[in-house]
T-cell receptor, first 114, second 113 residues
């Protein structure tokens, strides 16, 4: 696609429910990143994919958070048993060597946990 | 670990005023440095970057110089416009395949006519 696409753009859920956030990177971009933007913590790295593997998961805040990437393309970030502190904007970015590793960001998913 | 510190905001300026947004970093080695901008209702986009000491990144009238001796990457613009109103983030990444970004907290700039 023309840019990084994320869905849904907004998600409201109840505490304790599971949510899935989707990221569709720019076609041909092998690297994919998830970040979280929250009022208290600013912009934080969550996880990095190269192809379908995730060599760096160091930013995932707890084992309730997981992510996968299939076909070297779409990625899904899953948050299990959501808590109110999970409320944030979740951003996805993709890049490739051809773009000198400059990251292109999606518009984000705003998650609100009630 | 790596960190980026930005000056506290928000900043409000009149159109055509001079802008400086301070950014300093802590990192070993030679990171790449970036300024990202987030316009209202839009996603983050790269404004400019520099990959080695003394490099100057520039775009849309904005400039920033990579200063290794002061570990700084201050953003400047000689004459701001209302359309520059946005949130500005300073960030760094390490060279290599995993170029995850470490961001500063961001600063909101409002430019009034």
């Amino acid at each position: 696609g023309a840019g990084v696409s994320q869905s849904p753009s907004n998600k409201v859920t109840e505490k304790g429910k599971d949510v899935e956030l989707r990221c569709d990177p720019i076609s041909g971009h092998t690297a994919l990143y998830w970040y979280r933007q929250s009022l208290g913590q600013g912009l934080e790295f969550l996880i990095y994919f190269q192809g379908n593997s995730a060599p760096d998961k160091s930013g995932l805040p707890s084992d309730r958070f997981s992510a996968e990437r299939t076909g070297g393309s779409v990625s899904t970030l899953t948050i299990q048993r959501t808590q109110q502190e999970d409320s944030a904007v979740y951003l996805c970015a993709s890049s490739s060597i051809n773009t000198k590793n400059i990251q292109y960001f999606g518009a984000g998913t705003r998650l609100s946990v009630l | 670990g790596d960190s980026v510190t930005q000056m506290e905001g928000p900043v409000t300026l009149s159109e055509e005023a001079f802008l400086t947004i301070n950014c300093t970093y802590t990192a070993t080695g030679y990171p790449s440095l970036f300024w990202y901008v987030q316009y209202p209702g839009e996603g983050l986009q790269l404004l400019l970057k520099a990959t080695k000491a003394d490099d100057k990144g520039s775009n849309k009238g904005f400039e920033a110089t990579y200063r290794k001796e002061t570990t700084s990457f201050h953003l400047e613009k000689g004459s701001v416009q209302v359309s520059d109103s946005a949130v500005y983030f300073c960030a760094l990444s390490r060279p290599g395949a995993n170029s995850k970004l470490t961001f500063g907290k961001g600063i909101t700039l409002s430019v009034r006519p």
